[in-house]
DNA sequence: AACCGTCACTATATTTTTTATAGTGCTATG
DNA sequence: CATAGCACTATAAAAAATATAGTGACGGTT
């Protein structure tokens, strides 16, 4: 009965993206698959306990697949999902405004792993 | 001397459009010029305070002009300066995407003024 | 003319989110 | 055999966002 009317994807989209570390974390992962410890420095230097939740949510959505590979030690990798590898649309458009008007930003110093 | 050798516009642009509302925001002011009110509502229900910094910010940053009309009572509008436009390209993209993943995405219901 | 709503905010207190820190049990490396 | 790394979780403290109320003047209703 009473459809998604007032659904917008474009609205649940930015919802998402605009949560702490969730772009940093996409972008990082767009470089290729990675360990948690090793994400968390890649992506800039998020904390383990965000990390932990944006993660679980990211592959609850389906964005982000989680593989252990041995039990003992915790060997666990992370990757995108074709689905969250679409975002690369919108992390090169971010690039892209980014270099465009890197005279309007800031310098925050926030480098992200090599 | 220390160039921004550890300077990265793309870091700085995320770390700008992952504050909370920053996108929703950009994305209303895409749609037209707006009062503080109204923009707070076109939003999506963005409150005073958070609103008033984060125009603050993206005022400071050259990416919004804010222009009072009439002191009292008081009317200011605030639009997008050409750099803030440029930003469309990232909400094109996200929007895109959305549009492409609609089933990945919660209902968080959280819609944006008409 | 008294009343209500609207404008653009600010101040305050409360709630939510993020953070740093420490710690888990195990193994590979030095 | 001490150290560092793995993937996290728990906890408490810090930071950010929020709801709420209020400012003072105007425009529109009644």
Redesign the interface.
């Known amino acids: 009965m009473d459809a ?1 009317v ?19 974390i996409i ?1 990082a992962l767009l470089e290729g698959p990675r360990g948690f410890n090793e994400l968390s420095r890649s992506s ?1 230097g998020c904390n383990p306990a965000t990390l932990a939740q944006r993660l679980d949510q990211l592959e609850g ?3 982000v697949s989680k593989t252990v590979l041995s039990v003992m030690p915790p060997r666990t990798i992370y990757d995108l999902t074709p ?1 969250g590898r ?2 690369r ?2 992390i ?11 005279a ?9 792993g090599k």
Chains 1, 2 share one sequence.
């Open positions: 998604d007032d659904f917008c994807p474009m609205c649940e989209a930015m919802q998402l993206l605009q949560e702490k570390w969730m772009l940093h972008r800039g959505l389906g964005l689905a679409d975002l649309a919108v090169d458009a971010i690039h892209q405004w980014g270099q465009g008007h890197r309007n930003l800031p310098r925050t110093v926030q480098l992200h």
